[in-house]
């Protein structure tokens, strides 16, 4: 409200932007907030959609990042070459909106897995997206 005699009333969310750099081989990271009317048109849908994970090749830490268009149950899990499925990062309910989760290379027992390619998958109601990536020790 204003002193004038004007009142203004509208509806935000949050929205951050997080950015992914390596400098001289250091990975660093930096989040960018903003706020963005929740009822602008002009406001782009959120895909469901799963990003490459950066960085990638890795040893032993990397990053995923994936989002969803709406809330709903979600699985992220990490598979072998054999199929199997050595991690799971997210088997929950998840807000609309992106996600970024970090993955030790550590399974589901809390071992170090094995140098070599792995599968990780992003499935939400009937949608599915795999991705391949590469553990270097």
């Known amino acids: 409200t204003y002193n004038q005699g004007f009142t203004s009333s509208h509806q935000t969310i949050a929205v951050s932007i997080d950015l992914f750099y390596s400098v001289n081989g250091r990975d660093s990271s ?55 499925l050595v991690k799971t990062l997210i088997n929950s309910e998840m807000n609309s909106g992106t996600h970024r989760v970090q993955w030790n290379g550590l399974d589901d027992a809390e071992k170090s897995v094995s140098s070599g390619i792995y599968f990780y998958t992003l499935q939400s109601g009937n949608k599915s997206i795999t991705h391949k990536m590469l553990l270097l020790k």
């Open 30 to 84: 930096f989040t960018i907030l903003s706020d963005t009317d929740a009822n602008d048109p002009l406001n782009p849908a959120i895909p469901f959609n799963l990003s490459q994970n950066y960085p990638n090749p890795f040893n032993p830490i990397t990053y995923i990042t994936f989002s969803l268009p709406e809330r709903a149950k979600a699985f992220l899990g990490i598979y072998n070459l054999k199929g199997q």
